[in-house]
């Protein structure tokens, strides 16, 4: 079964706690500049984006990596980087489109969220729920079953308005 | 965590100095408000103009900040207060701390005075000043992105002022973020005399923790302990405005100035209402399970548009019941403008709700005002104030220095209408029905206020045995009694500046309820993130150390008991309305000053409320000042 970190922005407070346990758990610091999750936050008309990797099927890092340190593994799908082969070259922080390659300073390596190996630190913490961890199958009849409950709302909200009084 | 450091900056040389801090201190003052009494009792020159270059604006983070530890992101800022004269010190949260810390850096000391407007960069060990020549006479919201396109970093975090702090309103305050506000004291006027627009920060050093693992489960049990309190989930959905309803219903709120304590049909300033109509979702500090920091907009009308974050309960009094306001919208566009313009809403509701009252008993005239005709109740008065405030003009000019120059002068006649404890304006509370409150808005350091220690849980009369489990002395279980709340404040007075020094914030500890972080609390999260070893008790020393330095400063800028007596109109006009057992209420002249007595004794301070030599030594604040940092 693969799972997929589910975002919902409008829930996000913004906290970045995900960003501090993140850090806290894969580094051993307090670091959110070595985190595997970005809050990107819109200031001041304040609105607030997580961003990760989204294990794209398509990945393009996997694909441009010149060494083939990038891999997938098959039954999770979560797509991780091979230390032992990885050069440090960084093309695959230049070609992924959610900036979800970044590099340590410090270790000198190229580092991604690999949903910590099945249990994310970060939907654990997250207050708000903004953040699940979800059976990808399931992402899509969840979400039409949202949309769906906003319509049917609308719905009924129409429905009584244009009810004939008394 | 040793790797952090301070920062001394002298504005007048460009000069940029750093220097680590020693355990040893740590142990002593731990960080944020608490180290910050240090510097400032060592480098603010006495008896110094407090817009002068010789004062010293300094800002940290806690010693928590950064780290995971529950609603940890306060930073604090202190200096000789513009507007008492006294200690100046305030606090936010928001993300400017833990970014402060991620750049290396727990606390900087600002000196001197620059002669253009300038800001600085504090960026992963290094402090640099910058050129603000155009940033200066931008508001906080448009500061803090020129701030970010200049540096070409959308993850910079500044604080920083808006046109009040430019423009010396010495009750403006320092912003960072779309609302957060070290609202109290005039910080930000302090900023703006030393040309100081901003101070960014970014950081990529993150924050060393001693024992990460632990960390992780620690935090995890503290975040449930805080969401467990009732308190908590309540202001989880509604913010701080969750306390207006019961507070007005009681009779605990000035209602045009100090004219009466309730304001009748008021439902459209209650949280409910404002969740429903203007509310668009929510915001939380760095690190913080409670997002009480509600995001609205002004969907249609004169202010269509208007967006921000909040209001805070103290700005639904300094721009509703203050003026006698029923409207959330102006509330809310008062709010809006507070924000962008930087100035602390309870400074300016007091001022101007006391000038309308002033202009209707005929103590000030249309030559005063300009023509302005003062009135309750109206938005015109109130924005007119705001903007003559902001820009110095007309009657605004003299508002804008706070009570104690406005009163010398509107003339002698004007003071006892005004509600200021050393010159600095209470909030929109009316504390004469509860004893507690009012000794504490009395003896606060920084001049009329409830963060310094106000005792919510006091107004709950919890079971005698739990007050005294919590207290470890006897506690009366009656909030309207006087009995015992000398001692009931002093506890909370040498509490609360161990959350400030670790940047918690209050929300999250015991003022609200017994149930949420306390000093055990405290000592296992500073094991654990810090690695240090403290038992409740040294924390307790330790509140009151930092406590009596800030009475310390007081003392030798000239304060002493006289000092913590209330208004006049405290002792002499009875609460006309609110409930049953608040009504008629006074303060007792007596009885205060037997709370101050027994206020003092549990300080270790004299009668006249100045430290024993006995206590300085125990404190071991003897040998201050002893310039170590």
């Known amino acids: 079964m693969q799972k997929m970190i589910l975002v919902d922005p409008t829930k996000c407070t913004g906290c970045r706690t995900c960003e501090l346990v993140c850090s806290v758990k894969n580094e051993g610091i307090a670091n959110p500049a070595r985190a595997r999750v970005r809050i990107v936050r819109f200031d001041p008309v304040v609105f607030e984006v997580p961003m990760f990797c989204q294990q794209c099927v398509s990945a393009p890092c996997l694909a441009i990596c010149p060494a083939k340190a990038i891999s997938r593994d098959k039954e999770s799908g979560v797509v991780d980087v091979n230390y032992d082969l990885c050069i440090g070259c960084k093309v695959c922080m230049l070609v992924c489109p959610f900036g979800a390659m970044s590099f340590d300073p410090v270790g000198k390596k190229i580092f991604k969220c690999d949903q910590c190996g099945g249990d994310p630190i970060c939907v654990k913490f997250c207050e708000t729920k903004a953040l699940q961890y979800v059976d990808v199958t399931a992402v899509s009849s969840r979400k039409s079953w949202e949309g769906a409950q906003k319509f049917s709302e609308l719905m009924q909200k129409f429905a009584r308005e244009l009810a004939p009084a008394g | ?629």
């Open chain 2, 1 to 629: 965590m040793r790797k952090q450091k301070i920062g001394y900056v002298d504005l007048t040389t460009g000069e940029v100095k750093k220097r680590d801090i020693p355990e040893s201190m740590r142990r002593k003052y731990l960080g944020g408000r608490g180290l910050d009494m240090y510097l400032l009792y060592n480098h603010v020159k006495p008896g110094c103009d407090p817009l002068g270059p010789d004062n010293v604006f300094v800002v940290s983070a806690g010693l928590l900040g950064g780290t995971p530890a529950p609603s940890s992101s306060r930073f604090h800022c202190g200096a000789k207060s513009p507007l008492t004269g006294f200690i100046g010190s305030s606090n936010s949260g928001g993300y400017f701390a833990p970014e402060l810390r991620f750049a290396g850096f727990d606390h900087l000391v600002v000196k001197g005075k620059s002669d253009k407007p300038v800001y600085l960069f504090v960026n992963d060990g290094e402090i640099e000043v910058r050129d603000a020549s155009h940033i200066w006479g931008h508001d906080t919201h448009a500061t803090q992105q020129m701030i970010r396109d200049d540096l070409g970093d959308q993850q910079v975090k500044s604080l920083c002022i808006g046109q009040a702090g430019e423009n010396l309103v010495r009750f403006a305050n320092v912003r960072t973020g779309a609302k957060n506000a070290a609202g109290r004291t005039g910080m930000g006027a302090v900023m703006g005399s030393k040309k100081l627009k901003a101070i960014a920060a970014r950081g990529t050093l993150g924050v060393e923790i001693a024992h990460p693992e632990e960390a992780l489960k620690l935090y995890e049990e503290k975040i449930q302990k805080v969401l467990r309190s009732k308190a908590t989930l309540a202001i989880q959905e509604y913010g701080t405005m969750v306390v207006f309803n019961t507070s007005n219903t009681a009779g605990q709120i000035r209602v045009r100035n100090f004219q009466t304590n309730t304001l009748d049909h008021a439902e459209h300033l209650e949280p409910e209402y404002m969740y429903e109509n203007y509310t668009i979702g929510k915001a939380a500090c760095f690190g913080c399970p409670v997002h009480c920091r509600h995001k609205y907009i002004v969907p249609e009308g004169p202010f269509a548009g208007t967006y921000t974050e909040g209001p805070e309960y103290t700005t639904l009094g300094a721009f509703g019941t203050e003026f006698g306001v029923r409207r959330i919208e102006t509330v809310l566009r008062g709010n809006h403008l507070a924000n962008m313009y930087g100035f602390d809403t309870l400074e300016f509701g007091s001022m101007a709700s006391w000038a309308i009252e002033l202009y209707e008993k005929g103590l000030i005239d249309d030559k005063i005002t300009g023509g302005l005709k003062l009135e309750w109740d109206d938005e015109k008065t109130i924005f007119e104030l705001v903007d003559q405030v902001v820009f110095r003009r007309g009657l605004g000019d003299i508002l804008a220095e706070g009570p104690e120059r406005a009163i010398k002068k509107l003339g002698e006649d004007t003071r006892y209408y005004n509600m200021n404890i050393k010159g600095m304006s209470n909030l929109h509370s009316d504390e004469r029905a509860i004893p507690s409150f009012a000794l504490g808005i009395g003896t606060s350091t920084r001049g009329a206020d409830h963060l310094r220690s106000r005792p919510i849980i006091d107004l709950f009369n919890l079971p005698a045995e739990v007050l005294k489990n919590h207290y470890g002395f006897d506690v009366v279980n009656d909030y309207s009694v006087y009995e015992t709340r000398g001692k009931m404040v002093w506890w909370h007075e040498t509490y609360n500046p161990i959350t400030d020094s670790l940047g918690i914030c209050r929300i999250t500890t015991v003022t609200f309820s017994l149930n949420r972080l306390g000093y055990q609390d405290f000592t296992e999260l500073i094991r654990v993130m810090t690695g240090m070893e403290f038992t409740p008790e040294e924390l307790q020393r330790m509140g009151e150390r930092i406590y009596t330095l800030e009475r310390m400063f007081n003392i030798r800028e000239g304060a002493s008991r006289k000092d913590d007596y209330l208004p006049e109109r405290y002792y002499v006009e009875p609460t006309p309305a609110g409930l049953e057992k608040n009504r008629g209420k006074k303060i007792d002249r007596e009885k205060y000053d037997q709370m101050l007595d027994e206020n003092y004794e549990m300080h270790g301070w004299d009668k006249n409320g100045i430290p024993r030599k006995e206590t300085l030594e125990e404190l071991r604040l003897d040998k201050e000042p002893s310039h170590i940092l």
